[in-house]
């Protein structure tokens, strides 16, 4: 058993994460978006809240090997998911954000690769596209929305298309700025229904942006 005196040594993984965390800090870029959810426009404050997202639930996975960050924005998810060995694709239909998102890594030597269809062997890489006009079935282990989009979750197509691309036993994490009580009012009110043949939970992230997140699992 670890002794508790002794800290622990850190992964290559945490270090990474560590690493660009502090080049995050300082980077020199100015990100514009149209939409009211300005916190994305702060690298550090997203890759940390993301990176506290992912501490809180890693070990609820069942090791992905790949995942599909749904929503990606400017790429932060996408990246951190990378940097844990996991081979990533954002899906992200905006494309300014798309073109910010390989600038802003490219500062930090991080190549994110455009491509046109889902290829995991091309992580870290963005794909620009409407999420639910993706038709691959059964392709990843992981689907994340992090920081998740009101818009994106409300629209009953989005989760049927999670259903589709998860492989079987394959997980969801779905994170948001909103409080426990917020997501069991919101769950029980049916706006947002979770499908029958998922299992979930509610997990809290204390002191965090992102301050719950739904896992999901798909039975
Ligand atoms: C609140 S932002 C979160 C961005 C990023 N995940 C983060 O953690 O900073 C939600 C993102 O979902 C994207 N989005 C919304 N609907 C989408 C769709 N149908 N297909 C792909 N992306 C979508 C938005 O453009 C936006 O970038």
Same mark, same amino acid.
């Given at each position: 058993m670890q002794n508790p005196n002794i800290p622990r040594q850190k992964t290559e993984a945490e270090l990474k994460i560590d690493s660009l965390l502090e080049k995050l800090k300082t980077v020199d870029i100015d990100l514009e978006q149209e939409?009211? !959810?300005?916190?994305? %426009?702060?690298p550090y404050e997203r890759m940390l809240s993301i990176r506290n997202v992912w501490e809180t639930i890693k070990?609820? %996975?069942?090791?992905?090997?790949t995942a599909l960050d749904v929503g990606?924005?400017?790429g932060y998810g996408t990246v951190m998911l990378d940097a844990q060995g996991i081979k990533t694709v954002g899906i992200e239909n905006v494309p300014a954000k798309n073109e910010q998102a390989l600038e802003l890594f490219n500062q930090l030597d991080i190549t994110l690769k455009e491509i046109d269809?889902?290829? *995991?062997?091309?992580?870290p890489a963005i794909l620009e596209t409407d999420f639910n006009k993706l038709s691959d079935q059964?392709?990843? !282990?992981l689907i994340t929305m992090f920081y998740l989009s009101g818009e994106l979750i409300s629209n009953p197509e989005t989760l049927k298309t999670c259903e589709k691309l998860l492989k079987t036993n394959g997980q969801m994490i779905l994170s948001t700025e909103a409080d426990r009580a917020h997501v069991e009012e919101i769950l029980a009110s049916g706006n947002l229904k979770l499908p029958t043949n998922f299992s979930w939970e509610i997990i809290d992230v204390p002191?965090? *942006?992102?301050?719950t997140i739904i896992l999901l699992t798909k039975n």
């Amino acid at each position: 058993m670890q002794n508790p005196n002794i800290p622990r040594q850190k992964t290559e993984a945490e270090l990474k994460i560590d690493s660009l965390l502090e080049k995050l800090k300082t980077v020199d870029i100015d990100l514009e978006q149209e939409t009211a !959810d300005q916190e994305q %426009l702060n690298p550090y404050e997203r890759m940390l809240s993301i990176r506290n997202v992912w501490e809180t639930i890693k070990d609820k %996975l069942h090791n992905p090997e790949t995942a599909l960050d749904v929503g990606s924005g400017f790429g932060y998810g996408t990246v951190m998911l990378d940097a844990q060995g996991i081979k990533t694709v954002g899906i992200e239909n905006v494309p300014a954000k798309n073109e910010q998102a390989l600038e802003l890594f490219n500062q930090l030597d991080i190549t994110l690769k455009e491509i046109d269809k889902i290829d *995991f062997e091309n992580s870290p890489a963005i794909l620009e596209t409407d999420f639910n006009k993706l038709s691959d079935q059964e392709v990843t !282990d992981l689907i994340t929305m992090f920081y998740l989009s009101g818009e994106l979750i409300s629209n009953p197509e989005t989760l049927k298309t999670c259903e589709k691309l998860l492989k079987t036993n394959g997980q969801m994490i779905l994170s948001t700025e909103a409080d426990r009580a917020h997501v069991e009012e919101i769950l029980a009110s049916g706006n947002l229904k979770l499908p029958t043949n998922f299992s979930w939970e509610i997990i809290d992230v204390p002191n965090n *942006f992102e301050k719950t997140i739904i896992l999901l699992t798909k039975n």
